[in-house]
């Protein structure tokens, strides 16, 4: 069993479980013809060489598989909820507020957690993406709260 | 008579101020993004995309193409200096670069990559400029079935070359075209896979994809690694000059890399380091004293050095004239095209002569700029080398999130490369590679089309892709090439290509 849970049999379960998916979905779209094809025509076919790939990748696994990269978990949380905060806090709060979110967020990522450092580098960048966005390319984009 | 018209015309698109300004503007950001290690030009160029719904089509692939040009320069300074790579191409370089480092020759391996970089570079600039024309001119007689299999061909040959695994590297392509479905179907107006959500209905936005696969990926995958950076060379410029010696061992091996370069960059799939690592081997192959490679040969580090270069200006050849990107910076460069509504193709040289000229004379102009910036600069590219990463990183984000926000002002874009960006994680941690699928999404949408028009006007007949001589060629090799990797898997004798992220 071990040994079925390596790197491209996941791979390969990724694309069946997408293919699925996939496969469902399509069923609301009119397949059509060869002649005449519909919407639902390449969306089936996709779906099936998907779940093909899948099982031969799911196949041969067991020869192919490579060790899992280390990849930084604590980053990828950690950028990923920033860019959301930032998205949320764009439009009604403003730049200004939004960057300086976002690089706190994003320097939770490191082990080391540098208030200041984070502080100075966020007004900077602010003051920066003011002069480029705002101030140069002229872009409609609200600064603090109160702005427009 | 009409290539002096044509280059005339070059020369007068590529000489306004503004193509000028981008084109510095380029060579600059992609000469910086080269040398620091840990920011690649592909998360530079779809950091940049959103610039290019500001200004012209011209002016937009003037600038992204010197990124990608500019680091190739850039890439072997810190391979040589620290023994990292800047970009993966560059990793070859180290092999020989660092030891003349060690040598002290740290000067003169960094004056003759540049040099090897120049005239791999200005010697492919003029073959694109003697050959897109006229392969574009053959392919314009294509009809929609030729098509269909010459962009099959595209996506089957950078599925299959790019990665160990063929079934994975088709399934990265399979997963690009179904992104490219979602939105509006072009023929029926029926949403495909839009979930009654409004901003779906135009389709994905491709910056939006970029950004979060190659951009914030990248900065996950760099977060937290410690990049010690002691060397503290001075480098002056009187060290920079080379021997007599050193020029005419690096002559021969300058021609040789580009050729090979040249020939690889046109292939799908490829991309630059392969084209530096064949030049490097066919080097050591060829030379009386192979046993000189590894411990500071100058042909090590210029043959793989103009190899690379030329890779990546001849790259624009299939790029240019059939509308079949060979990897996913030039699959970014149709992307530019398609946002100005250039459709790419055979016609895209007729039709847009400022185009195509102005973009060939603006890379004789990129690189006689790099010349400069590498040249009397050198010293200023080591000291960049000292920007620490948890500084760079949050700007290179907030850069991405305000870029691909300044397009439609939408926070759904926004979202858009949070979800990409942990795709293109799950990507990295299951081993597909990314280039694939971003060729699939670009070519997919005008897939569906050819494929449609040929079987209307075949009647439903799949033989019509095998009865044209063009498109039968087209699947013969495509067989061939599934053959090929099948065979080569069951032998097990497949090298591991190096990674081109």
Request: proline residues 5%; positive net charge; hydrophobic residues 55%.
């Amino acid at each position: 069993m071990q040994r079925l849970i390596n790197r491209d049999f996941l791979a390969g379960l990724m694309c069946l479980v997408i293919a699925t998916l996939v496969l469902l979905q399509a069923q609301a779209y009119d397949m059509g013809t060869l002649r005449n094809m519909g919407p639902g025509y390449l969306p089936r076919f996709l779906g099936v060489s998907l779940a093909v790939l899948g099982l031969i990748t799911m196949a041969f696994s067991a020869k192919t598989a490579m060790a899992f990269p280390a990849l930084n978990y604590r980053a990828l949380v950690c950028i990923t909820v920033g860019i959301i905060a930032f998205a949320y806090l764009m439009r009604p709060a403003g730049l200004f507020i939004a960057t300086i979110v976002l690089v706190y967020i994003c320097g939770l990522s490191e082990r080391r957690f540098r208030p200041v450092k984070l502080g100075i580098l966020a007004l900077a960048l602010c003051l920066m993406s003011y002069l480029v966005f705002i101030l140069s390319l002229n872009m409609p984009i609200r600064l603090f709260p109160w702005s427009f | 008579m009409e290539i002096l018209n044509n280059l005339a015309l070059g020369v007068s698109v590529a000489f306004t101020i503004e193509n000028l300004m981008y084109c510095a503007l380029g060579v600059t950001i992609g000469m910086l993004i080269g040398v620091i290690p840990g920011v690649g030009h592909l998360a530079a160029i779809s950091m940049l995309l959103p610039l290019t719904y500001y200004v012209p089509a011209t002016t937009a692939l003037v600038m992204l193409a010197g990124i990608y040009y500019g680091a190739q320069y850039g890439g072997s300074t810190a391979a040589i200096l620290l023994n990292l790579p800047g970009t993966p191409s560059s990793s070859v370089v180290c092999l020989d670069g660092y030891p003349m480092t060690k040598q002290g020759r740290a000067g003169v391996a960094l004056f003759m990559t540049t040099i090897a970089s120049f005239v791999g570079s200005f010697i492919t600039v003029i073959v694109l400029a003697a050959f897109a024309p006229p392969l574009a001119d053959f392919a314009i007689a294509f009809n929609s079935a030729d098509y269909f299999a010459m962009m099959l061909l595209g996506l089957v040959a950078a599925a299959i070359l790019v990665q160990g695994n063929p079934a994975k590297g088709l399934a990265a392509v399979v997963f690009g075209l179904l992104l490219g479905i979602v939105g509006t179907d072009v023929s029926t107006g029926i949403q495909r896979y839009t979930f009654g959500l409004t901003f779906l209905y135009d389709g994905l936005n491709i910056v939006a994809i970029a950004m979060g696969i190659f951009g914030v990926t990248e900065v996950v995958a760099n977060v937290g690694k410690v990049i010690q950076v002691k060397s503290d060379q001075k480098i002056t410029f009187r060290s920079l000059l080379p021997t007599r010696r050193d020029l005419k061992e690096s002559f021969f091996p300058i021609l040789r890399g580009t050729g090979i370069g040249t020939g690889i960059g046109v292939l799908p799939g490829t991309g630059t380091s392969i084209g530096s690592f064949i030049a490097y081997a066919v080097e050591k192959k060829v030379s009386r004293h192979p046993e000189k490679f590894g411990k500071g040969a100058i042909e090590g580090i210029t043959a793989p050095e103009s190899a690379n270069n030329a890779a990546a200006q001849s790259a624009f050849i299939p790029t240019l004239t059939l509308g079949i990107p060979g990897d996913a910076v030039m699959a970014l460069m149709l992307g530019a095209l398609l946002i100005h509504g250039i459709t790419p193709g055979p016609s895209v040289i007729s039709d847009n002569p400022d185009l195509f000229w102005g973009l060939v004379i603006s890379f004789l102009i990129g690189n006689v700029m790099l010349l400069i910036l590498n040249i009397p600069m050198v010293g200023l590219w080591v000291r960049l080398l000292k920007i620490p990463y948890p500084i760079l990183y949050p700007s290179i984000i907030l850069f991405i999130v305000i870029g691909v926000y300044s397009i439609n002002y939408s926070d759904m874009d926004i979202m858009l490369v949070a979800l990409f960006g942990v795709i293109g994680c799950v990507f990295l941690l299951l081993g597909f590679e990314p280039a694939p699928l971003l060729l699939g999404f670009i070519l997919g949408p005008m897939m569906e089309e050819n494929f449609r028009r040929a079987m209307l006007l075949s009647r439903g007949d799949l033989m019509v892709f095998l009865d044209r001589p063009v498109s039968a060629t087209f699947f013969a090799m495509i067989a061939a090439l599934i053959v090929w990797s099948i065979y080569s898997a069951i032998r097990k004798k497949r090298v591991a290509v190096a990674k081109e992220f």
